[in-house]
C-alpha cells in the first residue's frame, strides 16, 4: 500500500525535525506548541490544511538551509 502524499510529506517534514531538535520527544513537542514563526498558531494545526503544509514545510525546508 503506498501512502499518501500527505503522509510522505509528513514523514519528510519530521526526517527534518529530527536533525533539527534531535529527539522524538521534541518533535512531538514541537508539533504540538505555539510557534511565532506561525503566528502563534500550532504546526500540527497547520499541517491540516495545503497551504498550512506548504507554509509548515518551507518553513522546516528554510530552517534547514539557515546558517546557525
Excluded at 27 to 54: H, Y
Aim: no cysteine; charged share 25%; glycine share 4%.
Amino acid at each position: 500500500m503506498e501512502l499518501s502524499p500527505e503522509l510522505k510529506m509528513k514523514q519528510k517534514a519530521n526526517t527534518i525535525l529530527r536533525a533539527l531538535l534531535g529527539s522524538e520527544e521534541l518533535i512531538i513537542r514541537w508539533w504540538n506548541s505555539s510557534n511565532k514563526a506561525f503566528d502563534g498558531n500550532l504546526p500540527d494545526e497547520l499541517w491540516q490544511t495545503n497551504a498550512g503544509r506548504v507554509k509548515v514545510y518551507n518553513y522546516l525546508l528554510d530552517q534547514m538551509e539557515a546558517p546557525h
